[in-house]
């Protein structure tokens, strides 16, 4: 038996392609990254401290593709080992710096868990006074026996809180006499 019923075709509107999907960032636990970390020995890093590390690199590059990659800036990497430490850096180009950084620490089976970058600053002159400020202000609470910029046992969050605190007083400064 044919069915003989008219066909119903229906209105479909013009095609338009979904939002692109926002990245999303997987929630990786840092703190058993650290302590992974303090119990490392000589062999290769543990795969979840090498998936905390990638997604703290990749999220640095969607912040500086958004902000600038080519800016004076400070940054604070919170770094991962048997001794943990907090290190106050400064650079034009803080994506290459701090991936020469993770190279090097990885050598030494040393592992970034956490990075902080500044707002830029004008000039190379501002941004090392702005660097000298936040390693005085971390010095007195932390000790950096091997170099100036590395503070063993540091707290990231006061390291934070040094380099912002630093770039906004010298920025202001800056600011006032323009």
Same mark, same amino acid.
């Given at each position: 038996?044919?069915?003989?019923?008219?066909?119903?075709?229906?209105?479909?509107?013009?095609?338009?392609?979904?939002?692109?999907?926002?990245?999303?960032?997987?929630?990786?636990?840092?703190?058993?990254? $650290?302590?992974?970390?303090? !119990?490392?020995?000589?062999?290769? /890093?543990?795969?979840?401290?090498?998936? +905390? #590390? =990638?997604? %703290?690199?990749?999220?640095?590059?969607?912040?500086?593709?958004?902000?600038?990659?080519?800016?004076?800036?400070?940054?604070?990497?919170?770094?991962?080992?048997?001794?943990?430490?907090?290190?106050?850096?400064?650079?034009?180009?803080?994506?290459?710096?701090?991936?020469?950084?993770?190279?090097?620490?990885?050598?030494?089976?040393?592992?970034?868990? $956490?990075?902080?970058?500044? !707002?830029?600053?004008?000039?190379? /002159?501002?941004?090392?006074?702005?660097? +000298? #400020? =936040?390693? %005085?202000?971390?010095?007195?609470?932390?000790?950096?026996?091997?170099?100036?910029?590395?503070?063993?046992?540091?707290?990231?969050?006061?390291?934070?809180?040094?380099?912002?605190?630093?770039?906004?007083?010298?920025?202001?400064?800056?600011?006032?006499?323009?």
């Amino acid at each position: 038996m044919a069915l003989t019923a008219p066909l119903f075709i229906p209105r479909v509107p013009p095609f338009f392609p979904p939002p692109a999907p926002r990245r999303r960032f997987v929630h990786i636990d840092r703190t058993r990254a $650290r302590n992974l970390m303090r !119990d490392v020995g000589n062999g290769p /890093l543990p795969e979840h401290v090498q998936l +905390v #590390q =990638a997604q %703290t690199r990749e999220r640095l590059r969607v912040f500086l593709a958004e902000a600038g990659f080519r800016h004076h800036r400070l940054y604070v990497l919170e770094v991962a080992s048997r001794h943990p430490r907090v290190k106050i850096g400064v650079s034009k180009e803080p994506y290459d710096r701090i991936a020469r950084h993770i190279s090097e620490y990885n050598r030494w089976q040393h592992a970034l868990i $956490r990075v902080h970058v500044t !707002d830029p600053l004008p000039d190379r /002159l501002t941004a090392r006074r702005a660097e +000298v #400020q =936040a390693h %005085t202000w971390m010095d007195k609470h932390f000790t950096a026996p091997h170099s100036r910029e590395e503070f063993m046992d540091g707290d990231y969050v006061f390291g934070k809180i040094c380099a912002d605190t630093a770039v906004s007083v010298l920025t202001q400064d800056s600011d006032v006499r323009c």
